[in-house]
């Protein structure tokens, strides 16, 4: 399985320039519906301009719903990469591949874009096939291909879980249903979107920034007594903090900091329920979304007891909640099962004509090297009306990094070792 996330799909040169690199990482059984790969192709050979239109066609005749379910919709063909192999082509020029393309496309046909990425100083070429819709023709190759086999013109080709190849009975009636199945024209929502309160805040997430506070507190506990059984306590208190130390790390700064929301107003007369909004961005320095209700721990575990030694007994520190969570239906929901930025959800609850609601508090975390501000794509839908609005949100970035030394001292809780 290819190691990038699938949830939109991968326009700007960047975004493709990991695809690839996702692609040489790959295993060699990792191609999908969405993506095939070439290891390298002559561009300006009859057989680079069949296979690159064989696949185009084949990407344009998937199942609407299966090509959905990854970037969008969106297929993809990468040539001059393969898993464990970055080769490299020869480039031509942009309008020369469209029409070496064409007699095996024809004049109406797929809409596919080429971009050229360069990885590690190679080129390669990136094609963009636009997401099969309900009602689309089923795409046909045009002129015949002699190779060491004739592929007659009418061949229908489809991409398959791991292959493009011509068509089964089976595909057949899947491109019959889909070209009868005309599309329902999609309402537009109107919704003014806003956001109030904290920034995104920066942190240090960082292996070695963690390192550095435990090495820290472990010494400072080790001054303290360093017989064996001290040692081995000691040891079994650090491992436990590490444990939970981003935890407490985000929760605290996220309690000193003030929450951010989401104000969403609906300026038209109609009654939408339960409108959700979902926020996707592709911003590496976005690292973690937080809203209260995961159970995180928020403080550190109880220090120890000094071997052979008597203390008073000091209660230990109970976690808090940060910000309130609501109890109403509102929520919000943080997905980080995939590699990349989170995906948050938020339930904005029903609009009334006219008026204006707002989702249940959050806080968004960067890396210390994010830009002075985070753009996030959103898509808005109600239940009870058949419409979605698409957009940005922009948020501003904090200045200041709140440095997990300054957010948390080393020697908090120590008592007996201090």
Same mark, same amino acid.
């Given at each position: 399985?290819?190691?990038?996330?699938?949830?939109?799909?991968?326009?700007?040169?960047?975004?493709?320039?990991?695809?690839?690199?996702?692609?040489?990482?790959?295993?060699?059984?990792?191609?999908?519906?969405?993506?095939?790969?070439?290891?390298?192709?002559?561009?300006?050979?009859?057989?680079?301009?069949?296979?690159?239109?064989?696949?185009?066609?084949?990407?344009?005749?998937?199942?609407?719903?299966?090509?959905?379910?990854?970037?969008?919709?969106?297929?993809?063909?990468?040539?001059?990469?393969?898993?464990?192999?970055?080769?490299?082509?020869?480039?031509?020029?942009?309008?020369?591949?469209?029409?070496?393309?064409?007699?095996y496309l024809g004049v109406r046909h797929p809409q596919w874009s080429p971009q050229y990425i360069t990885v590690e100083g190679?080129?390669?070429?990136?094609?963009?096939?636009?997401?099969?819709?309900?009602?689309?023709?089923?795409?046909?190759?045009?002129?015949?291909?002699?190779?060491?086999?004739?592929?007659?013109?009418?061949?229908?080709?489809?991409?398959?879980?791991?292959?493009?190849?011509?068509?089964?009975?089976?595909?057949?009636?899947?491109?019959?249903?889909?070209?009868?199945?005309?599309?329902?024209?999609?309402?537009?929502?109107?919704?003014?979107?806003?956001?109030?309160?904290?920034?995104?805040?920066?942190?240090?997430?960082?292996?070695?920034?963690?390192?550095?506070?435990?090495?820290?507190?472990?010494?400072?506990?080790?001054?303290?007594?360093?017989?064996?059984?001290?040692?081995?306590?000691?040891?079994?208190?650090?491992?436990?903090?590490r444990k939970r130390l981003l935890q407490v790390y985000m929760t605290r700064v996220a309690n000193q900091s003030t929450s951010?929301?989401?104000?969403?107003?609906?300026?038209?007369?109609?009654?939408?329920?339960?409108?959700?909004?979902?926020?996707?961005?592709?911003?590496?320095?976005?690292?973690?979304?937080?809203?209260?209700?995961?159970?995180?721990?928020?403080?550190?575990?109880?220090?120890?007891?000094?071997?052979?030694?008597?203390? #008073?007994?000091?209660?230990?520190?109970?976690? %808090? =909640?940060?910000?309130?969570?609501? !109890? *109403?239906?509102?929520? @919000? +929901?943080?997905?980080?099962?995939?590699?990349?930025?989170?995906?948050?959800?938020?339930?904005?609850?029903?609009?009334?004509?006219?008026?204006?609601?707002?989702?249940?508090?959050?806080?968004?975390?960067?890396? #210390?090297?994010?830009?002075?501000?985070?753009? %996030? =794509?959103?898509?808005?839908?109600? !239940? *009870?009306?058949?419409? @979605? +609005?698409?957009?940005?949100?922009?948020?501003?970035?904090?200045?200041?990094?709140?440095?997990?030394?300054?957010?948390?001292?080393?020697?908090?809780?120590?008592?007996?070792?201090?």
């Amino acid at each position: 399985m290819l190691d990038i996330p699938k949830g939109q799909a991968l326009r700007d040169p960047a975004e493709l320039k990991r695809l690839v690199e996702a692609v040489v990482a790959a295993g060699e059984h990792d191609e999908s519906r969405s993506v095939e790969w070439k290891s390298s192709l002559d561009l300006n050979s009859k057989e680079a301009a069949f296979s690159i239109a064989r696949t185009i066609l084949g990407m344009a005749n998937r199942h609407v719903a299966q090509a959905a379910a990854e970037f969008g919709g969106v297929g993809y063909m990468v040539v001059g990469a393969e898993p464990g192999n970055l080769v490299g082509i020869e480039t031509i020029d942009g309008v020369d591949l469209a029409n070496k393309l064409s007699p095996y496309l024809g004049v109406r046909h797929p809409q596919w874009s080429p971009q050229y990425i360069t990885v590690e100083g190679k080129q390669v070429l990136v094609i963009a096939i636009e997401p099969p819709q309900w009602g689309d023709d089923i795409w046909q190759l045009r002129q015949a291909y002699h190779g060491k086999r004739i592929t007659p013109a009418g061949t229908i080709f489809v991409r398959g879980p791991a292959n493009t190849a011509p068509h089964t009975a089976a595909d057949l009636d899947m491109l019959q249903e889909r070209l009868a199945r005309r599309p329902a024209e999609v309402a537009q929502l109107n919704l003014a979107v806003s956001h109030r309160g904290s920034p995104a805040l920066r942190l240090q997430f960082a292996p070695d920034a963690e390192d550095k506070w435990i090495h820290r507190r472990g010494e400072i506990m080790s001054m303290q007594d360093r017989s064996r059984e001290a040692l081995r306590a000691i040891a079994d208190h650090l491992s436990e903090t590490r444990k939970r130390l981003l935890q407490v790390y985000m929760t605290r700064v996220a309690n000193q900091s003030t929450s951010l929301v989401v104000e969403v107003r609906n300026p038209d007369v109609r009654n939408l329920p339960r409108v959700q909004m979902v926020l996707r961005t592709t911003d590496p320095a976005v690292a973690w979304a937080i809203h209260g209700g995961e159970g995180f721990h928020t403080t550190l575990p109880r220090e120890p007891d000094r071997p052979g030694r008597i203390f #008073p007994f000091v209660p230990p520190l109970t976690d %808090f =909640d940060i910000d309130p969570i609501d !109890t *109403g239906s509102r929520w @919000v +929901q943080v997905d980080m099962s995939q590699p990349g930025p989170p995906v948050i959800r938020l339930l904005i609850d029903d609009l009334r004509p006219l008026g204006h609601e707002k989702s249940s508090a959050f806080h968004i975390f960067v890396t #210390p090297d994010a830009g002075d501000t985070i753009s %996030f =794509d959103y898509e808005i839908t109600s !239940t *009870g009306v058949d419409a @979605v +609005q698409t957009g940005k949100l922009t948020i501003p970035v904090a200045p200041k990094v709140m440095r997990l030394l300054d957010v948390l001292p080393v020697d908090e809780g120590l008592q007996q070792w201090a």
